[in-house]
């Protein structure tokens, strides 16, 4: 399973790698980062199969997170990539517009990542 | 019949030479008719001469006060005779030219005159206003002019005095709205210091997770003899300690430029890197933009010159130039994208910010491509109290205060600006270490 995390933080990949070191190691999961909204959509044009889940930061310079989101949904159709949102700001506003731009799921900074590492297994069970 | 005897004629003569003197403004011949140790008392408050050489003063000064000479008309004049003494009573009619307008005045005269030596001189003089002529609050002309003039000066002082209050209240109030600026900008930065920390604290925080469970399969590899893979994890424990120390770093600037920027600016000079400088101010900005309004978007790039020395400055006093500068460059962008009209959908809001090292100073440049300052209000930007924001949200003082500061700086703040492409402010400042 690939994921592909979009934030404009370098060091999100260190921590990432580092935090599914296991997974990675057993060939459960391929990671992929893109620091930029931009640089996320040049991704999926190129590799666009292969990422199943789409981890996106909002608060980024250029492009935002809400924008890329609504870009994934309206652009891939079979089957779109579930997109998960996370922000510093963890409010309403953010939330709604997300949850209303097809999001399938809102996580705030600082990520848990037991959670996220829940979230993901029962994606691979699904 | 002669009105006077022979003496009493000699007496006569010599006071009225002595008036006559006085009339046609000459002091020699005045003072030739009075005695070594004449004195005076006038009707003034200080019309006083206990010599000759005061009262040769007071007459010199009336003389020069009035330029025109005076004509003197006796009214009518009494004598009495003692021996080798005589007293002269009289009255005269006054008249005196004063800026163009002729004012009489009748004044009363006692002289007494003592016979010394071969010739009669005047030794004491007393001058008055004769009652009936002394309605209350009259004075003498000369008098007159004094208390005018003791009042108008009175009036200056006062007037002197109140100005200085005024301009010490202006200054109370100026350091004052100067306070609230920097506080209102502190304002503008706090959500984006609150971000810029949250981000650096995250990381700490989980990369010291990370390692707690590096620690642990560490050892369980070690048990298992996995030497290589025990060595690829200390490695990778080595790295998040790194990132740890980094992003906690990260974190101390950030709260040490906060402190910085709302201390009041008794800063001194250091050398500082501009490009570092310029970074910080820019993503606080950004952050802090929108942390306030979660639609505001809008793309940041730097061009940093890599050659760029350390300048020596007051760098809190210099951040607030550019968090200002910057804050105002996010505000127009934003403003021309919210009045989009249809033909400009493929807008793109944009904040540039350019350093530039040209040696003997170096160059910050903050591009925005927003509507362009219109040529009418250009000249009045760094006007305090000018702004274009709507009530309550400008003070008006950001670019005057930033003018004020590069300029303390030996530097200039300049502005270009293309009507629908955008402003450029450009602050020059002198690099001091080569001459």
Redesign the interface.
Known sequence: MRILIVDDERDIQTLFEQRFRKEIKNNELVLAFAYSGEEALKYLDEKEQHAILILSDINMPGMSGLDLLSNIKQKYHRPPPLVMMITAYGDEENYNTAMKLGADDFLTKPLDFNQLKEKIKNIHHD | MPKYTEQEQEVINVHNVFWEALANRDIDLRFSCCSENVTFIGTGLHEKAANKAEYRIMNEKGVNQFPEPFQIDFIWTNISMFHKQAVVTCEVIWKQSINGKISSELVRSTTLLNYEEDAWKIVHVHGSVPDYRLAEGEYMTTEKILLRNRELEQKVFERTQELGKSLAELKATQSQLIQSEKMASLGELTAGIA?EI??P???V???S??NVE?VA?LKLELEKGDIAEAIAIAD?IA??EG?ILQ?GKRADSIVKGMLQHSRSSNGINEPTDINALADEYLRLS??GL??KD?SF????KTEFDASMPKINIIPQDIGRVLLNLINNAFYVVAERQKNLSGLEETYKPSVTIITKNLGDRIEISVMDNGNGIPEEIRNKIFQPFFTTKPTGEGTGLGLSLSYDIVKAHGGELKVESLSGEGTTFVITLPNLNIR
């Open positions: 971000h949250q981000n604290l995250n990381f925080n989980n990369f997770e990370v590096l399969e990778d790295i998040n990132k992003h950004y952050h929108r942390a979660k978007n809008a793309d940041f």
